[in-house]
């Protein structure tokens, strides 16, 4: 009887919203767009910065110095928060079941991207990253078939604008950052295989946000909690995998004096770690809060083009016409999914 007065009320509520309160509803809305938005330049701006490294260092040596350098900013981010609203414990048993949730978002981040790393050692990053990058998509048919959150056609729309842009922009980015020859024949399969199951891993790492934020959990904490795990995983992920396959330990070695012994090294992927994890990640975050994942999600996958706008302006590098063939598809998509 509770729930059911609260649904007339909640109706009643919404047909006498004053202009004011939907205003204020438009606004934040908006806000949610431009966390997305927000999101995507700082990944942008970290793709950029392990460009510029002067140093190539393998998967676990990336994610430990990215998390090394993240989690303390975040934890002085979360401190302040706590000081601001004293009323929020981030270590109160009501945040422990979610706890277990958080851990299955950290592995399945961690996963997703181990094998977007294998798909580049099998073909060219233009032949894995548009693959990989069609993970909005995964996130959405979990969404839906879960019943987590409503989607209309502007929304299915605006997803497939923004994937097609992001693949087009994907297609010249091996003119400037592909590191591996293209190949054919098994390696090409086993990458396409890869890829798909990258996007589909990342695609289960939104839906596990989804959940934990419906819960009300601050994204400042969630993401704190997250990077924490994603690095302890990288940790005995690093520490046993290379003693179990000793073949493979040159790309998944634990040992950091590579990478510990230059400077300039630490210093953009310590600044990647920043940008992409600690501020990037939350601002994603807020943006599932606000305006749901199904709407931030295809948004902040613009990050090719982002990184093509801060190459072209500080690498000086090319832009084609299907850099803008890209960014027009990307709009009409993001437009497709403001309006909805």
């Known amino acids: 009887?509770?729930?059911?007065?609260?649904?007339?009320?909640?109706?009643?509520?919404?047909?006498?919203?004053?202009?004011?309160?939907?205003?204020?509803?438009?606004?934040?809305?908006?806000?949610?767009?431009l966390l997305s938005f927000s999101a995507a330049f700082c990944w942008g701006i970290s793709a950029l910065l392990v460009k510029i490294s002067v140093i190539k260092v393998n998967f676990v040596q990336s994610m430990i110095l990215r998390g090394i350098y993240a989690l303390p900013v975040l934890f002085i981010l979360v401190l302040i928060f706590v000081a601001l609203f004293p009323d929020i414990n981030p270590f109160a048993p009501i945040y422990y079941p979610i706890i277990i949730i958080t851990i299955l978002s950290a592995v399945a981040l961690f996963f997703g991207d181990?094998?977007?790393?294998?798909?580049?050692?099998?073909?060219?990053?233009?032949?894995?990253?548009?693959?990989?990058?069609?993970?909005?998509?995964f996130a959405a048919m979990y969404l839906f078939v879960l019943g987590l959150?409503?989607?209309?056609?502007?929304?299915?729309?605006?997803?497939?604008?923004?994937?097609?842009?992001?693949?087009?922009?994907?297609?010249?980015?091996?003119?400037?950052?592909?590191?591996?020859?293209?190949?054919?024949?098994?390696?090409?399969?086993?990458?396409?295989?890869l890829s798909i199951l990258s996007a589909a891993t990342w695609g289960i790492a939104v839906v596990t946000l989804k959940i934990i934020l419906v819960q009300n959990v601050h994204p400042l904490i969630l993401n704190f909690y997250r990077i924490l795990f994603i690095l302890l995983i990288a940790f005995l992920f690093g520490s046993s995998f290379s003693r179990i396959f000793p073949?493979?330990?040159?790309?998944?070695?634990?040992?950091?004096?590579?990478?510990?012994?230059?400077?300039?090294?630490?210093?953009t992927m310590g600044l990647s770690g920043i940008t992409?994890?600690?501020?990037?990640?939350?601002?994603?975050?807020?943006?599932?809060?606000?305006?749901?994942?199904?709407?931030?999600?295809?948004?902040?996958?613009?990050?090719?083009?982002?990184?093509?706008?801060?190459?072209?302006?500080?690498?000086?590098?090319?832009?084609?016409?299907?850099h803008l063939f890209g960014l027009i598809l990307i709009i009409l998509g993001s437009l497709f999914l403001i309006s909805s």
């Open 1 to 33: 009887m509770h729930q059911f007065a609260n649904k007339i009320n909640l109706k009643y509520t919404q047909f006498e919203a004053s202009p004011r309160d939907v205003l204020m509803e438009t606004l934040l809305f908006l806000f949610g767009v």
């Open 114 to 137: 181990l094998f977007y790393l294998i798909s580049l050692s099998k073909a060219d990053i233009s032949f894995s990253f548009p693959i990989s990058s069609s993970y909005p998509f």
């Open 149 to 193: 959150e409503e989607f209309t056609i502007p929304i299915i729309m605006g997803t497939i604008l923004v994937v097609s842009g992001v693949i087009a922009v994907s297609k010249v980015q091996s003119t400037n950052t592909a590191r591996i020859t293209n190949v054919k024949g098994d390696k090409k399969s086993l990458a396409f295989a």
């Open 247 to 267: 073949t493979l330990h040159e790309n998944f070695a634990l040992n950091l004096n590579t990478i510990l012994k230059n400077r300039t090294a630490q210093i």
């Open 276 to 322: 992409a994890w600690a501020v990037g990640g939350t601002l994603f975050l807020g943006a599932i809060q606000i305006i749901g994942a199904n709407r931030a999600t295809p948004i902040s996958a613009i990050t090719p083009l982002v990184g093509s706008l801060l190459g072209f302006i500080f690498l000086h590098e090319k832009w084609t016409r299907w």
